[in-house]
């Protein structure tokens, strides 16, 4: 078994078809599929299901995926640290980012850039709960997510920045307080939320819940611009945090009381030691 077999495999895998794994390794389909037939023969066991619809993985094939994943991601560790042992860093950096969370990471990354020009950078952007399993796969190498504690777990962390979540709302909505709003009368707004699995959506589900108020989901979205969007039209309020919220200079802020959601963004990256790459962009994030 090669490196290959295993990289055809994942590729396979991720893309969700031959086809699309052969453009991702810029090789011809049949290529691909020959790889992937000589590891099963080797094997012996199907890693894939084939119909004229769709390549599904097997039981053997959702086995063999994670191992596969694991001896790829230490190939290139190994290739990196024999690199970096001789000044000169290369290969691919993948960072896992939640919509919105920058902080200081653009500086970090083009610091990284300037010292280290043969790094590529992939910045995938997704859903906090997607970063979280991409994280635990291999498939990322590190995150700028909010997680809490408890998803924490088995992961290296340096805090970044911890600030509160505001109400965001149209200037055509009439709110009481010019300063706060609680959680009672927040709830009986219309409300622009995030879809599961966002952090945002997480920690407001969780402050709601400890001030014993329901709220009125009118709206779910997978975007910032479009929640703030949705809010300038006065169609719902949205909780967002500060450094988010004023983004939006038109939109009226409000604290909630008496305890307002917190948003605390961390960088992290597995167990162990960190990657060179890792390592370096550590070295250029501030302290």
Do not use: K
């Not at 590729?11 to 390794?25: D, H, K, N, S, Y």
């Not at 691919?92 to 990471?105: A, F, P």
């Not at 709960?129 to 190498?141: F, N």
């Not at 709206?219 to 169609?235: G, K, Q, W």
């Amino acid at each position: 078994m090669e490196l290959r077999h295993m990289e055809a495999v994942v590729a396979v895998a991720e893309a969700g078809g031959f086809t699309a794994a052969a453009r991702r390794l810029h090789v011809v389909q049949s290529a691909v599929s020959g790889t992937v037939r000589a590891l099963e023969r080797e094997l012996g066991v199907p890693l894939f299901e084939r119909t004229s619809h769709r390549v599904a993985l097997t039981a053997a094939g959702e086995a063999f995926l994670p191992a596969a994943r694991a001896a790829l991601q230490a190939a290139q560790q190994a290739r990196a640290a024999a690199e970096a042992a001789g000044g000169e860093l290369t290969g691919q950096l993948t960072i896992g980012v939640m919509q919105g969370v920058w902080l200081d990471l653009h500086e970090a990354l083009a610091g990284l850039r300037r010292a280290h020009p043969r790094i590529t950078v992939r910045l995938h952007q997704a859903a906090v709960a997607d970063i979280r399993q991409a994280l635990r796969e291999g498939r990322v190498d590190a995150a700028v997510v909010a997680l809490d504690s408890q998803q924490q777990r088995g992961l290296v962390v340096r805090q970044l920045a911890g600030e509160e979540m505001l109400l965001a709302a149209s200037p055509h909505r009439s709110l009481d307080d010019a300063e706060s709003v609680s959680y009672a009368e927040a709830g009986r707004l219309p409300f622009v939320d995030f879809a599961p699995g966002w952090a945002i959506r997480a920690e407001v589900d969780r402050a709601f819940r400890a001030a014993g108020v329901e709220r009125d989901s009118a709206f779910e979205v997978n975007d910032i611009v479009a929640a703030s969007e949705l809010v300038r039209h006065d169609v719902g309020v949205c909780v967002l945090p500060a450094s988010i919220a004023e983004r939006f200079p038109d939109l009226v802020l409000r604290r909630l009381l008496p305890r307002p959601p917190r948003w605390n963004v961390v960088f992290v990256h597995p167990g162990g030691p960190a990657s060179p790459a890792v390592a370096a962009l550590l070295r250029l994030l501030p302290p």
